[in-house]
């Protein structure tokens, strides 16, 4: 495959993003340099394949990436642009008003900045987090800098397409006002409902299903990059906190009336609506949120199989429904509590729904209904 990306490229920063970029340009030939004020991260990305540390015979990049927390990506950037004036220097942190508004103070040269923002991430952090197609179909934003030159726009572009990504361009401001309803509160949410287990008995615990973990599932990401994040978009995330609070105190005042009443018949006339439609809302937002391949989002049937714990059953699985000529639309896997089986729900299209059951109980899987 053929990239317009050509290097040398510097990757400023080896945490997962920086040194997944690093891993993913590599894998076409490119020459990524490797900077980070961390001695360890940095060999640690050198060991892992992400590309060759900085030294006193390295030449000048073509490109300089910024991957580094939002409080320090600015001068980080400024820094850049300083020292490679024949470079177009971009940045990947999760917030790009703030970083533009630091930049623009300072004086540097925007001509030759991109600001930008790959849509990827893991729960995991850190160079040995890295993956080089962490970036596969995922949006790219690309946000310019107001006198951003046109070569430069290209070539942060070519740099999305060339690892795999979905440039997507998009106004500063506008930027973080999405990200901060898409990722942000949602990482915030996580976080807080994760940590009313903290008290919780382990009786209790034993009884967490797969909507709990689903819930939870961001609550183990790196607490000082997201300090980071959310003071650097504050005032988006905040706006969007208020009005997420306005929806919570409506919902607990209608709890308050149903607490109070004697039995269902007895609650005030409307509480019972406000929190079914507080439910049915959140069915209708979530039904908007893209589906595979980011085109609308489609109902599927779900299938669900009893899968022993041991190894090569899931594969078994897996095998017999590309067998049955079955397309996988997506998988979930529960651990069943107490017992060595999973459960897996295969979901499909709903016309070949009948047709996956019956041919999986003929295989001898045994299915959840």
Known sequence: MTIATAGPVRVVGTGLLGASLGLALRQHGVDVQL??????????????????????STPAPALVVVAAPPDVTAAAVATAL?????????????????????????????TRYVGSH??????????????????????WVITDSGVSRDDALLAVRHLAVDVGAVPVTMDADEHDAAVAVVSHVPQLASSLVAARL????????????????????????????????????????????????????VVVGALDLAAAASGPEDVELGALATIARAIADGGTG????????????KQYA??????????????????????????????????????????ASIAVLPARAEHLETELTARGWRLVT
């Open 82 to 110: 300083a020292d490679h004036p024949d470079a177009v220097v971009t940045d990947v942190a999760s917030v790009k008003g703030h970083v533009l508004a630091e930049l623009r103070a300072s004086g540097a040269d925007l």
């Open 286 to 297: 979530a039904a908007r949120i893209p589906g595979k391949h980011g085109g609308a989002s």
């Open 198 to 249: 903290r008290a919780v008995d382990e009786d209790a615990l034993a009884l967490a299903g797969q909507g709990l973990r689903d819930v939870t599932r961001l609550a183990a990401s790196d607490p000082a990059l997201w300090t980071s994040i959310l003071a650097a978009n504050a005032a988006a995330v905040r706006d969007v906190l208020v009005a997420l609070r306005d929806d919570l105190d």
């Open 118 to 139: 790959p849509m990827a991430g893991r729960e995991r952090s850190g160079p040995s987090a890295a993956v080089p197609d962490l970036f596969l179909g995922r949006p």
């Open 35 to 56: 900077e980070d004020p961390s001695r360890t991260a940095l060999a640690l990305a050198r060991d892992v394949g992400a590309g060759s540390p900085v030294d006193a």
């Open 302 to 343: 779900v299938v669900t199989v009893l899968v022993p714990d041991v190894p090569g059953e899931l594969a078994r699985l897996l095998g017999d429904v590309g067998r049955a000529g079955v397309n996988l639309e997506d998988l979930r896997l529960e651990h069943a509590a107490g017992r060595p089986v999973g459960m």
